[in-house]
Each structure stands twice: as structure tokens, then as C-alpha cells.
């Protein structure tokens, strides 16, 4: 079982930046993918990147290429979300998982086992 908890949403105005972290605990993480999904009220639950811990390639969504990034530290199971110039429909609350899907499957929600409880982020204009 893996635990994944996230931190660091809040409010803030749009053109800001905020940073979001997930700290995994339990089992060994292994192989397993993480990412970040989003999802805002009465709209399903949108990918915004993902990564394997066996190698450096991170996968983002077109919508926040350039402007979110992820990063990560192994020793810390531990991965983060900058996310810069922000716009208010990107309001949603934020969620961290875990999982092994295959590397073309990374994007699918349903592919991920484990969730963390999410953290809202609201981007006022």
C-alpha cells in the first residue's frame, strides 16, 4: 500500500505562481509512475504530468507545457508541481497518484492505484 499526501494549494490570483508537493509513504515505490491530475467542479478529471522513477523523461499536458514543471527527489519520495502564471480556470482541486501503467497509459487516470486527497487551488482573476 502507498500512502501519498499532498501539500500547498491555496488561493491566488491569476499570472501567480504556486507550488504543490506529494510526499509517498509505504511501500517501496519501485518502478511505479506518479503524476498529477486535476479536476475542477462538475468536469472530469484532467492529466497535467506524469513520470517514471526509472528514468528523467516527465510527460505534460499541452495545456501547461511551459508553464508547470515537475520535479522530484527519490530520496525523499517526494515530487512537486511549480506552477506559474496561473489562470483562473485552472481552479480545481489537485491530486498526486501512483501507480504502473504503461508508459502509453501514463495520461489515464484509471490506470493510477493510489490517490492522494487532493488540494484545492483557486485562481481568481
Known amino acids: 500500500q502507498v500512502q501519498l499526501v499532498e501539500s500547498g494549494g491555496g488561493l491566488v490570483q491569476a499570472g501567480d505562481s504556486l507550488r504543490l508537493s506529494c510526499t509517498a509513504s509505504?511501500?517501496?515505490?519501485?518502478?511505479?509512475?506518479m503524476a498529477w491530475f486535476r479536476q475542477a467542479p462538475g468536469k472530469e478529471r484532467e492529466f497535467i504530468a506524469a513520470?517514471?522513477?526509472?528514468?528523467?523523461?516527465?510527460y505534460y499536458a499541452d495545456s501547461v507545457k511551459g508553464r508547470f514543471t515537475v520535479s522530484r527527489d527519490r530520496a525523499k519520495n517526494t515530487m512537486t508541481l511549480q506552477m506559474n502564471s496561473l489562470k483562473p480556470e485552472e481552479t480545481a482541486v489537485y491530486y498526486c497518484?501512483?501507480?504502473?501503467?504503461?508508459?502509453?497509459?501514463?495520461?489515464?487516470?484509471?490506470?493510477?492505484?493510489?490517490w492522494g486527497q487532493g488540494t484545492q487551488v483557486t485562481v481568481s482573476s
Open positions: 513520470f517514471r522513477w526509472s528514468n528523467d523523461n516527465v
Open positions: 497518484a501512483a501507480g504502473r501503467p504503461i508508459l502509453s497509459a501514463l495520461r489515464l487516470s484509471a490506470v493510477y492505484n493510489y
Open positions: 509505504g511501500r517501496a515505490l519501485g518502478d511505479n509512475a
